[in-house]
């Protein structure tokens, strides 16, 4: 483990680095604060410290007031050397942000007693922070996990929700509006039946790489809603931009020239319904009643042919 060693006295210095090698530590040597304070810097790894308290230019307690108050979670374990006895200065060093002391001469053996309890100290740190971020790391892989739809990779249903709920929210505070476009593959039955459903999985993925590189506005949010059926989420859209959307979304999904021999087209197909909201306006309304209105809209548009985009009434 590294160890520091900050004195201006260069016989003790040369004394300890000396000793702490034989105890086999990876020594580095400062000869004031400002010396140790940029080796500080430099090193990310955990860092046992031995400071001398009386030094020019930056004392031992002045550089533990400044590497608590700069890097205030580092590795870090302080060890004061002093020659004061009484107990008010050593509070004043602890409270510095020194984690032992110990009074000079320094005995060796007690000096070499307290770095390996620091050591230890560290150690256990090192392995709760190292736990702490594989854990916070499992922790969101396992919510992008419950959030997102395992075939295509893009929000599920429950995750579309929970957004769309949000969203309500902050457009009530915002005063903005809200839209919703819901699609549908069109004929998608007769393709798993024509292709069969591995061929159908990779369509499903293809039309869900269209809405997610579409709706790509921080915000925006594209989700499988179930089966064959997609869902974009629009915050602060109005009708005409969410049609325009829309419309977008229709004519990539059929310029991808996808073969379905079950559809009038001969190709892949979506047919959708577009539906927009001021929640601030609309006191009666909810998601839910927007969600409705989208898929009546959706149901117009396969009424009408199929292919082509039908805004709510």
């Known amino acids: 483990m590294k160890l520091l060693i900050v004195d201006d006295d260069t016989l003790n210095l040369s004394h300890l680095e000396r000793s ?98 620091g050591r230890r100290v560290l150690d256990y740190q090192y392995k709760l922070e190292t736990l702490t971020e594989e854990l916070l790391r499992t922790n969101q892989e396992l919510h992008r996990m419950v959030a997102i739809d395992g075939l295509t990779s893009i929000a599920n249903r429950r995750h579309f929700e929970q957004r769309c709920e949000e969203e309500w929210r902050r457009a009530t505070r915002d005063e903005t509006p809200v839209s919703l476009i819901m699609l549908d593959i069109d004929y998608f039955k007769k393709y798993n039946d024509t292709y069969g459903h591995l061929v159908g999985d990779e369509c499903l993925k293809q039309v869900a790489g269209i809405l997610a590189s579409t709706a790509a506005r921080a915000g925006d949010l594209a989700a499988r809603y179930g089966g064959e059926e997609f869902a974009v989420l629009l915050p602060n859209t109005d009708s005409v931009g969410t049609a325009v959307v829309a419309e977008s979304l229709r004519s990539a999904i059929s310029g991808l020239q996808i073969e379905h021999s079950g559809s009038p087209l001969a190709v892949v197909t979506v047919s959708a319904g577009i539906a927009t909201a001021y929640p601030c306006r609309e006191e009666s309304q909810s998601p839910a009643v927007l969600l409705e209105r989208a898929d009546r809209a959706l149901y117009r548009a396969k009424a009408a042919g199929r292919n082509n985009v039908r805004q709510s009434v």
């Open 20 to 117: 702490a090698r034989e105890w086999g530590y990876e020594v580095e040597t400062a000869g004031n604060g400002f010396e140790a304070w940029e080796t500080i810097q430099k090193c990310p790894d955990p860092m046992l410290i031995i400071v001398d308290w009386v030094m020019p230019k930056m004392d031992g307690v002045e550089l533990c007031r400044r590497l608590r108050a700069f890097q205030p979670h580092n590795l870090r374990y302080i060890i004061m050397l002093t020659v004061r006895s009484d107990k008010n200065d050593i509070a004043a060093g602890l409270d510095a942000g020194a984690d032992d002391y110990l009074t000079k001469p320094v005995h060796l053996k007690e000096l070499q007693s307290r770095l390996s309890v």
